[in-house]
Every structure is written in C-alpha cells, then in structure tokens.
C-alpha cells in the first residue's frame, strides 16, 4: 500500500543509524512491529493475575527428560 506521510527528518535518520538498517522503509517498518509488539507486551501485562488459575493443570506433564 502507497502511502505518503510527513515523517519528521531528524527522528528517520536516528532511528536509520541506530537500527543500521538501510532504507528508511525497513526502518519505519521496524519501527511499526515493534510499536505493535510493545503494545500487546502492555495488553498482557494489564491482564496477569486476572485470571483464575486452571485447578487442574499439570505443569510436571508438560516436562521432558
């Protein structure tokens, strides 16, 4: 998908030089995955502890020797 965007300059070329990435779409591609990926971090986090355990879950079953 074409899309045209006003980026600001200064932050594209950091963001360039700190990824070593070289094209500035590899770098805002690889800017939007991990905004998404951080996000979805943040989703989980907001949920652990709010679900009830499984009473019945064997965790010593899932080990392999």
């Not at 990824?19 to 989980?44: C, M, Y």
């Amino acid at each position: 998908m074409a899309t045209n965007l006003a980026i600001d300059d200064q932050l594209l070329q950091e963001a360039l030089e700190i990824s070593g990435l070289k094209t500035k779409k590899d770098t805002v591609n690889l800017a939007l995955k991990e905004f998404v990926d951080r996000r979805k971090q943040l989703e989980i986090i907001n949920i652990f502890g709010k679900m009830d355990p499984d009473p019945n879950y064997d965790y010593k079953r899932g080990r392999t020797r």
